[in-house]
C-alpha cells in the first residue's frame, strides 16, 4: 500500500502544492533582482525575504484572503504574492513609482499595503502592526463575522512594547488573531541568545493566557498544517495562538547591512543547503508532483515575469513634484 504523500494528508491539493512553490520562487526571484537592481543603483534599498519564503507560503495558504486580514511586516513578500501581489506591483514599489499599490511609489519598499486586498498598511517602527491587527480580530469579534487576523514579526520584535500589550489584550478577550514570529534569529546584528531570556518566543503565549507552538520554518507544509489548526480555532471562537517559526536570513537585515561583521559565511552556507526552497523542490519531486522538467519550466516562466516586471516598473511614468506634499499638509480650503 503506498503511503500518502503529506500534503494530502493535510487537505492540500497536488495543484496547491505545486503553486505555495511558485510564490516561493517567484518571492526569491523578485528579491533577488531588487538586489541586483540596488547595488547597480537604480533603486535606493532592499530588506529581504530570502530564507523565509517557506513559512510564508505555509502561512499564507491556511488562511483565506477573501476575509482574512493580513497585517505583513516588512519582509514578507512572498505573503503579499500569495495575497494578490505581483512582481510587478513590488518592482513598482522599489522604483517608487505612483502605479505602486501599496503606497503610491511613497513608502521605502517593504512597507506594505492593500485595502483591496485585506492588507494592512505598515509603518516603518518595527512592532506597530501587531496592535493594529489586534484591532482588527476585536472588530470581527464585535460583528460577528468569522474573520482571522494574522501579523507577522521578527523574534526582535517580540521584545517590544507593542507586542506585549496587544498579546495581553488579544488574550483576555480571546481575539481571532495569530501571531507569527519568523524567528531568523539575528535582530540586525544581534544573536536571538542576546535577546531573549527565554528559550522560545513561543514561551511567551502562556503568560497571555493562549497556545504558543514552535514549528520549523523551514518546512512550508508543517507551517501550514500548524497555521491551519490555529486558524481553525480563532474561528470557532478559541482565541490567538502564537506561532513561532523558526527560519533563517540568508543574506545581510538590508541592502544597507554587512553581515560578515557578526556571522560567519559557514554559517550561512550550511543555511543555504537547508532552505526551504531545496526542501520543497524535493518534496515535489520525491512524491512525483513535479517533474524536473516541469520545475525548470517553472522556474523560467517565473525568470521572465520578473524580466518583464523589471522593465515595466523602470519605465513606468514618475511622479509628478507637484504631489510632493500630497498626503501631507492639510489642502487650505477656500
Known amino acids: 500500500m503506498t503511503e500518502t504523500p503529506r500534503h494530502r494528508s493535510y487537505g492540500l491539493t497536488d495543484e496547491q502544492v505545486v503553486e505555495m512553490y511558485r510564490y516561493m520562487v517567484l518571492a526569491r526571484k523578485v528579491d533577488e533582482r531588487m538586489w541586483l537592481l540596488n547595488r547597480s543603483g537604480k533603486i535606493p534599498f532592499v530588506i529581504s525575504c530570502q530564507g523565509q519564503e517557506g513559512a510564508q507560503a505555509g502561512a499564507a495558504f491556511a488562511l483565506n484572503p477573501k476575509k482574512d486580514y493580513i497585517a505583513p511586516y516588512y519582509r514578507d513578500l512572498c505573503m503579499v504574492l500569495a495575497y494578490g501581489h505581483t512582481a510587478r506591483t513590488e518592482l513598482l514599489a522599489a522604483f517608487g513609482k505612483p502605479e505602486d499599490p501599496n503606497s503610491g511609489g511613497r513608502q521605502m519598499p517593504g512597507h506594505y499595503g492593500d485595502r483591496s486586498r485585506r492588507i494592512l498598511t505598515g509603518s516603518s517602527p518595527v512592532s506597530t502592526q501587531i496592535p493594529h491587527a489586534v ?188 504631489t510632493l506634499f500630497d498626503h501631507v499638509y492639510a489642502k487650505e480650503v477656500l
Open 135 to 322: 484591532g482588527i480580530a476585536l472588530a470581527n469579534k464585535m460583528r460577528g463575522e468569522d474573520g482571522v487576523a494574522y501579523v507577522s514579526f521578527g523574534e526582535g520584535s517580540s521584545n517590544q512594547g507593542d507586542f506585549h500589550e496587544a498579546a495581553n489584550f488579544a488574550g483576555v478577550h480571546k481575539l481571532p488573531v495569530i501571531f507569527f514570529c519568523e524567528n531568523n534569529r539575528y535582530a540586525i546584528s544581534v544573536p536571538q541568545d542576546k535577546q531573549l531570556g527565554c528559550i522560545n518566543v513561543a514561551d511567551r503565549a502562556i503568560g497571555y493566557g493562549f497556545e504558543g507552538v514552535v514549528v520549523d520554518g523551514m518546512e512550508p507544509l508543517e507551517v501550514y498544517r500548524v497555521m491551519k489548526g490555529a486558524v481553525e480555532k480563532a474561528r470557532a471562537g478559541g482565541g490567538p495562538t502564537l506561532v513561532e517559526a523558526k527560519t533563517y536570513r540568508l543574506v545581510p537585515h538590508s541592502s544597507d547591512d554587512d553581515d560578515r561583521a557578526y556571522r560567519s559565511r559557514e554559517e550561512v552556507e550550511e543555511a543555504k543547503r537547508t532552505d526551504s526552497l531545496v526542501r520543497m523542490k524535493a518534496y515535489l519531486l520525491e512524491n512525483g508532483v513535479l517533474t524536473e522538467a516541469e520545475e525548470a519550466d517553472l522556474v523560467a516562466a517565473i525568470q521572465e515575469e520578473v524580466n518583464e516586471a523589471t522593465q515595466y516598473a523602470e519605465q513606468a511614468a514618475s511622479a509628478d513634484p507637484g
